[in-house]
C-alpha cells in the first residue's frame, strides 16, 4: 500500500477545515511546501471566522459606545490582542497534535519546522495589514464623525511615552502589528513543542521564556518599553525580532531530534 503523505491528526474538525480552502497540493511538491500548505489553509479557515468575529463585535461596540457614553478611543485596537493571542493559540495546537503523525507519514522533521516557520510568517504579514487598513478605515470614520481615534494607553499614567501604532504610517504600522502576530505564533510552535518534548511540569517552568516572542509585542508593554528606552515603535519591534528569531531557532533545535510521542489516530 502507498504510503500517503498528507497530514492527518486527531483534529479532525481543523484539518476538514484546512482541507475546505485550496486544493490538495501535489506529492511532487517539496514536504515543507506541503506542510506550509495545510497549515496555511488551516490559519485562513480559522482566520476568516475570527475577522469575522472582530468586525462584528467592534461594529456592535461602536454602535453601542456612541450611542450611550461617547467615542473616546479607537474600538478596534482591541482586536490586536486577538490577533496576537489567536495565532499563538493555534500554533500550540499544531505542534502537539501533528508532529507525530507528519513523521508518522514518512516526511520528515526538518520539513515540519520549515512548514511551521513559514506559515507564522506569513500569517503575521496578513493579520498586520488586516489590522492595519482597518484602523485606516476606523481611523477615516471617526475624522468624519468627529471622535477622537486615540490609543486606550493615552488616556491614563504615562500617556506621553505612549504612540499609537497607526499614527506612524501604513508601512509602520503593518511592520509593527505583523511582527507582533509573528511573535505570538512563533511562541505558540515554542510552547507547544516544549509541552511535546518535556511534558506539562517542565514545559510550564520554562513558559517565562517560551512566551517571551508574544509577550514583548503585547500592545500596551511593547508602546510603553519604547518609550522608557527612548526607541521609536518600529525600532522597538526592529529589535523585538531579536527575540522571535532566537526562539524560531530554540524551536527548530527542540524540534529535529524529538521523539515522537504515541500516535491517538
Known sequence: ????????????????????LGRRVGHHRPQWWRTASWMMRLHAYLGLWFWAVVLVLALTATLVLSQTVGIAVSVLQFAAHGALWFPFSLMITVTAAHLTSHVGNGMTRRSFVRGALLTAVVTGAVYGVLLTVGLAVEGAAYEALGWPHAHVATTGPGAERVVAPWSLGLPATAFVYAARTAGGAVAGLLVGITYYRLGGRRATLLLPLTVLPAVVGQEDLAGRAAGALGLSLPLYTLAALAVLAVAAWAFWLLTRTAPLARPRS
Open 1 to 20: 500500500m502507498n504510503r500517503v503523505h498528507e497530514p492527518v491528526t486527531d483534529l479532525s474538525g481543523l484539518t476538514a477545515g484546512a482541507l475546505v
